[in-house]
């Protein structure tokens, strides 16, 4: 066994009294700042647990002073050493050391530097950036973030579903996709599965049979477009969480909507304190107060019809968007979202009936013939941040629209889910990395996901 | 919003006394079974939200008998009624039913039946069959167990890591992957990323570079094997859990093996008694004495040299295997791992020490330069269910190995790793679809998989 050491975050959630009861400690992790006066020497250590450091404090009447005043930034260590509370400081304690141990040294070409480096460089180092403060706090955040996630659906009696990433479907029967293949010789494409195979734009489909058996479900995995957008909300893999309702409609839907979103921020500024207090600092100050913001507001719910009709009033005050041709049935811009929710609510909407040429297939007619029972959910800072809907649940009209694509045929399934014991269903989709974004203030997809995938970028 | 029902794990959860209080509650699920007697009707309604049933009564004298009397096997449902105790019978209340409605009729060709159907016919269903009591039991316990697999890590401090699925590595160095394509007509495999991309094997690799930034790390996702192996235990897309702890050693890896699957062992017990009691009487007699068996043991340790002198002690008595030629330096096969943790142990065994010729080119060398710090978790009934290593921190040493084998180029960064602060450290790999089934009983991978792919097998 590997000497047992106390973690960072232990340190900090025991009392002072009782640490300095403590013969001794031992602590390990990685260098990030060392320095010395000539009598003492000073190491901020970070062991990964928490997103603080612990102050390590050597001198120069100890037999490793000139040895450890040599250890580089980035090295890993290891001190043995006793607590003592620094009621002056402006951290409540440091480790006065008593041995000092170099597990591993850092050559010197390393990339990274004790100064601030710019993201774009940091993309370069991806499998390092981890390393510090910024993708230190992100990577946490995302990894509470996700259990959040799995919290809130487990707790509500969720079943979680892995459903397939290869597929011979594509969800939304629009987008490019991957092609997967075995790189044989003769049928290099339908060798492996006797059929061409690619890789899931969204599990929505296929989990919608498992809420026909379990009520509530929910998928949470990774999605992949092949689109080569290069805009810092695009990526090519990415994670998505897709729940699915039965016997509930588009009310039931947006209610558990609010609760979830609600449910995920409240999680992280609850066990990310230290984490959201840097986001807050330096890199986007107000998010905090933003995400409390949302907490604290009713979502308003607003018809897509009305929200066309605040747009127009917008554009004929004077307000400037790139695009100011506002008509019903056009596909709102970013701008114009964050307008109604921004401008004019002030906090978070469901946007709701949407004309049913701008959405989904599988999205249920409303009565007026025009649109479909189809939301999204706006923030303040962001524009939509969830889409869902009500799914079609009858049969004929279903078909009918299917056949109309083209895009019956392989999804027959689906299709008789709406004969078999089907009911009204209703489910939504987040983003899970753009949600990370939200949260943290972080404005580009790449530095939310620990190894990126983008258009030409594939390094690791 | 829909009508508000309460779920059948409610009404169970809720004691008898406060349900005869209420007036009257709605239920809403799917008929599993429909008889009458021509004076009474009894429905077993499934609702999804446990695996328990709850039985509907309704009666001659009520206006709906003859139309309720109809109501097809499958078929989605509404009742109101009030609960009554009935303390003869089985089951401790039944709802007698004051309103019915039919939310969701089942049309004549619906494949399932009352009856039992064979697992081979249900995997063609694969849509249908998480209706079946079965598949209801395995695919909570599934969802239930990826929960216990976030628990158990996240208490622990682990950081969850979503490694890319995508990828220019092929960690083992080995293995068949599927090649990603965009089907471009210039360059359909570098088109997108301008190179050459893969199906991810193993997040391993990648998830390294992320302990030496957080200590404890772990990803669990998705991960594909191309190859055709048309057995009860290989799919090509699977589950993984990998963790990776920095300054741990082998020791500390089998602590944390040992304490991760009891864990997990635990929890299934506790969270899913009906589902585990379903599967002990009709899947597997005794898994749960199994379970517990596990759970009672402490797992022993023993180095591969030891297996070798136990395995050729048994051929010497005249135990047949079906591959009897046993020396040092082979891969054992099932039935040898069996045998030391059947037969000779009783019980869950750590293999440790393996010859390095039969290892990942990543695993630490040990003094004796002819074996690894790897380790192998057998278990009764299954043989090896985890494996694990203690990885190669010496540059040099690792540098060497990666040379002869050719792969350096790409994973530099992954040799980096030992050039920058490197440390101590372990992991372990377990594959979750072959925990779900050693768990559940259940002995084909493809009936523990919402939609299993398999060669040849990619109907949805």
């Given at each position: 066994m590997q000497k047992k050491a106390i973690s960072v975050k232990e340190l900090y959630a025991t009392p002072i009294e009782e640490l300095e009861k403590l013969e001794s400690v031992t602590v390990q992790g990685w260098i990030r700042t060392n320095r010395n006066s000539g009598n003492v020497g000073f190491i901020h250590l970070h062991d990964g647990t928490c997103f603080k450091n612990i102050q390590v404090v050597y001198t120069a009447d100890s037999p490793f002073f000139?040895?450890?005043s040599k250890y580089p930034f980035g090295a890993a260590v290891r001190f043995d050493g006793k607590?003592?509370?620094?009621?002056?400081?402006q951290q409540p304690f440091e480790i006065q050391s008593t041995s000092a141990e170099l597990?591993?040294?850092?050559d010197s070409d390393y990339p990274l530097q004790k100064k601030k480096t710019s993201f774009e460089f940091l993309r370069e180092e991806a499998y390092l950036r981890p390393r510090t403060n910024t993708f230190d706090a992100v990577f946490r955040v995302r990894s509470v973030l996700a259990m959040a996630v799995h919290q809130f659906f487990q707790d509500r009696g969720f079943v979680y579903v892995h459903t397939p990433e290869i597929t011979g479907n594509d969800a939304e029967g629009a987008g490019s996709v991957f092609?997967?293949?075995t790189d044989s010789k003769d049928n290099p494409y339908?060798?492996?599965?006797?059929?061409?195979a690619s890789l899931t734009v969204s599990g929505q489909l296929h989990v919608e049979a498992f809420a026909m058996a379990f009520k509530d479900v929910y998928t949470f995995g990774p999605t992949f477009r092949a689109e080569k957008s290069n805009t810092?909300?695009?990526?090519?893999e990415f994670w998505m969480i897709e729940p699915e309702l039965a016997f509930a409609d588009l009310d039931d839907d947006m209610e558990?909507?609010?609760?979830c979103i609600k449910y995920c921020i409240e999680y992280i500024l609850t066990h990310c304190p230290d984490e959201m207090d840097f986001f807050n600092k330096w890199i986007d100050k107000g998010v905090i107060e933003k995400l409390k913001k949302v907490l604290a507001s009713d979502f308003r719910k607003m018809e897509y019809t009305e929200g066309i009709e605040i747009l127009k009033k917008a554009v004929a005050g004077g307000h400037k968007f790139q695009n100011n041709n506002i008509y019903w049935g056009m596909d709102l811009q970013s701008e114009h979202e964050r307008y109604i929710t921004e401008e004019f609510v002030g906090g978070p909407v469901f946007l709701y009936n949407y004309p049913k040429e701008i959405k989904a297939f599988y999205m249920r007619e409303n009565d007026d013939g025009k649109t479909v029972a189809a939301v999204d959910l706006l923030v303040p800072g962001e524009g939509e941040i969830v889409g869902g809907s009500q799914r079609e649940e009858r049969y004929d009209i279903l078909k009918t629209k299917m056949d109309a694509l083209g895009n019956t045929e392989g999804l027959e399934w689906y299709l008789n889910l709406r004969k078999y014991g089907g009911c009204i269903h209703s489910g939504f989709g987040i983003g899970f990395d753009r949600l990370l974004m939200y949260i943290t203030g972080i404005n580009n997809i790449r530095d939310t996901e620990p190894y990126?995938?983008?258009?030409?970028a594939l390094k690791y």
């Open positions: 000139e040895e450890v607590v003592v509370a620094t009621p002056t400081l597990l591993g040294g850092v092609t997967i293949t339908t060798d492996f599965y006797g059929r061409r810092t909300r695009h990526a090519s558990c909507i609010e609760a990126p995938r983008t258009a030409n």
